[in-house]
């Protein structure tokens, strides 16, 4: 099997469009909330994208950021380099602001009034399509959906394709842009967004603040990206997936498919839970999850769940739905990089129930060997993320087992 690392990153988020803008104001604390949305402002796109959804204009974009980050921008010019080249990228909602607008054209118009483009638009695989067309990717292609965990099992989906040798180069990540009036009413019904701040881990927390953009890596094997002098940002050394769909927006209150998921991760990625020393927590800030995210790491890493620095992101990007997942993974990817946890903002009065160090109000400077990125989603999905830094890419000399 191949060793798999990350060679290029690409972001469109609401504080900021491009790595360097994107951390920046992580690191910050500058959340991109205003009012209950966190939307991407001042977005350009080139005039040949206008037509296509917004999702699939951040995909574009955000594929491009990570192409050229990457230094493949252009570079794979032979046939058969584009056919081991794939993209998966994913969306819970796909297109939904395109197909909000043709229901409404087809209320005020009938059946005439719908464009014939719209299933290029709305279709959840379409940014996965426009983006192989857009940079003559021939390899895999696939759009996944799985709610607010898509980002996450799209990276692992491109992971074990490059690991197995069926692809050289993988664009992987997710998009979404469904801040519509319908997905905000539904959220709003369901009493899960919050009245005023999101506030993870935090005894007033009330709800998530929804959000829009997309984040997408390069993946390709350690072995290529050596051969041609590339940056390696990371390996991803582990991952795993599990289903917990005691409740279809909630887990079982113990915590414990949390716990297993994490646990098998560390398995395969051949770690010590003392080892992790960061973790991107979901940290959704609303009342019932953080708790029992809370109390599924404690199962999974024991006492050494307190020596970790964790931070929940989604105060400062809104809550980005099915992007959530790919996008926080490029924040562990940056904070190893820079030895820098980012903050939990609003986090003001913690709750007695979430007693890890979350990183509150304010970032701070650590060395990161392993950082883990945590991802649910609405009907039980759970994705689990690993990567280690530069001097982690040899190979282990031990191995943890769970048992």
């Not at 056919?83 to 998966?88: E, F, S, Y």
């Not at 007695?352 to 970032?363: A, Q």
Request: net charge negative; charged share 20%; with cysteine.
């Amino acid at each position: 099997m191949k060793r798999v690392v990350v060679t290029g990153l690409g972001v469109v988020t609401p504080i900021g469009i491009g790595k360097d803008e994107f951390w920046e104001n992580l690191c910050q604390g500058k959340s991109g909330v205003e009012g209950e949305t966190a939307e991407v402002r001042d977005f350009e796109i080139k005039q040949e994208y206008v037509e296509y959804d917004r999702s699939i204009q951040f995909a574009l974009k955000a594929s491009a950021e990570a192409l050229v980050d990457s230094g493949l921008f252009g570079a794979l010019e032979r046939d058969e380099e584009r056919a081991k080249a794939g993209v998966i990228i994913g969306s819970s909602k796909g297109g939904l602001g395109s197909l909000m607008q043709e229901m409404a054209g087809f209320v005020r118009g009938g059946p005439a009034a719908v464009s014939g483009h719209l299933y290029d638009n709305f279709l959840p695989n379409m940014a996965a399509s426009r983006v192989a067309a857009a940079f003559g990717f021939h390899g895999p292609s696939e759009g996944i959906a799985a709610a607010c965990a898509t980002g996450a099992i799209a990276i692992i989906q491109a992971y074990n394709l490059i690991r197995e040798g069926r692809a050289e180069v993988m664009l992987a990540g997710a998009t979404e842009a469904s801040l519509v009036p319908l997905i905000l009413a539904g959220f709003r019904n369901m009493g899960v967004i919050s009245s005023s701040l999101c506030r993870p881990f935090d005894r007033n927390r009330d709800g998530f603040i929804p959000g829009e953009g997309c984040g997408v890596v390069v993946l390709e094997s350690l072995e290529r990206a050596e051969k041609r002098g590339a940056k390696v940002y990371a390996q991803i050394k582990g991952y795993a997936l599990a289903a917990d769909a005691c409740h279809p927006t909630t887990f079982h209150p113990s915590g414990v498919s949390i716990a297993g998921a994490i646990k098998r991760a560390l398995h395969q990625a051949q770690l010590h839970p003392s080892e992790i020393d960061y973790i991107n927590a979901h940290g959704t800030g609303t009342r019932h999850n953080d708790p029992l995210e809370t109390r599924g790491i404690k199962m999974a890493l024991g006492e050494d769940a307190f020596t970790a620095s964790l931070s929940s992101t989604k105060p400062l990007t809104g809550h980005l739905l099915g992007a959530a997942g790919s996008v926080e993974f490029i924040v562990c990817l940056l904070a190893m990089e820079v030895g820098f946890v980012p903050p939990t903002i609003n986090l003001k009065n913690p709750d007695p129930e979430c007693d890890l160090d979350y990183t509150p109000l304010k970032g701070k400077s650590r060395h990161i060997r392993n950082a883990l990125s945590l991802s649910f989603g609405f009907g039980g999905h759970i994705s689990v993320l690993i990567a280690s830094n530069i001097e982690y890419l040899i190979p282990p000399v031990c191995y943890w087992s769970d048992g």
